[in-house]
């Protein structure tokens, strides 16, 4: 399984671009990259996914890298809402299904 | 539309009971996946349940076991339980057992093991 690398922590001031990085460079060709985030006591939400293009939706944009090895996660405004652990997981398939394989992740603090 | 829907919400268990938590997938939803989240670690795989049937597994002793029902909601099923046990569960469905399809998790449920 594809590891990925993020690091811990990240503070963003309100109103300003946060921009996320991950560092996936033993990615398999077929394996997508995800992000998640979670926010304190509650559950993982879907951000956004890529596998090789660029993506935008209205959360984020994913930008991978050409040769895949690592991706940036961008929200364009942050707010506080936005103050959250996020995930960068490389999806895996386990038989005919599959898992997320989620690291430590990166706390980004949104402050005013 | 209703979102996954997990209970209780949390449970205190003594060491060596057993424990039922209880899952329910999203409308249109066919596969339900169980993490176990650590406090201060990120969700670990237990399982997937696709169509009733054990889909995938993660390196997670047998005495973790679970359910899927023909309404697609599920159960995990907790024997023997130890004090490493106590972590926030988490569930989540998805409209396939196959990638890209994105996973949409509970809130969780909380257990604490004394």
């Known amino acids: 399984d594809a590891k990925t690398t993020q690091p811990p922590s990240m503070d963003c001031a309100e109103g300003r671009a946060a921009n996320l990085p991950c560092n996936h460079s033993t990615i398999s060709g077929n394996e997508y990259v995800y992000w998640y985030r979670q926010i304190h006591s509650q559950g993982p939400q879907y951000i956004i996914h890529?596998?090789?293009n660029n993506e935008t939706n209205e959360m984020a944009s994913l930008i991978i890298t050409e040769d895949r090895k690592s991706s940036t996660l961008i929200l364009p405004h942050a707010t506080l809402r936005d103050t959250a652990v996020y995930y960068c997981?490389?999806?895996?398939?386990?038989?005919?299904?599959?898992?997320?394989?989620f690291g430590t992740g990166t706390q980004l603090k949104v402050e005013l | 539309e209703t979102g996954v829907t997990q209970s209780p919400t949390h449970l205190i268990k003594t060491r060596g009971q057993q424990v039922t938590l209880r899952c329910s997938s999203q409308?249109?939803?066919?596969?339900v996946s169980w993490y176990q989240q650590a406090l201060g670690q990120g969700p670990q795989f237990i399982f997937q349940?696709?169509?009733?049937?054990?889909?995938g597994r993660g390196n997670f002793p047998p005495r973790f076991s679970g359910l899927q029902f023909p309404n697609y909601s599920s159960e995990l099923n907790v024997n023997a339980l130890e004090l490493d046990d106590s972590a926030l569960y988490l569930c989540?469905?998805?409209?396939?057992?196959?990638?890209?399809?994105?996973?949409?998790f509970g809130p969780g449920t909380r257990l604490t093991v004394t």
């Open positions: 890529g596998l090789k």
């Open positions: 997981i490389v999806r895996v398939l386990t038989g005919g299904g599959n898992k997320l394989t």
């Open positions: 409308s249109g939803h066919n596969t």
């Open positions: 349940y696709y169509r009733e049937e054990e889909n």
């Open positions: 989540a469905s998805s409209p396939g057992a196959g990638s890209p399809y994105e996973q949409y």
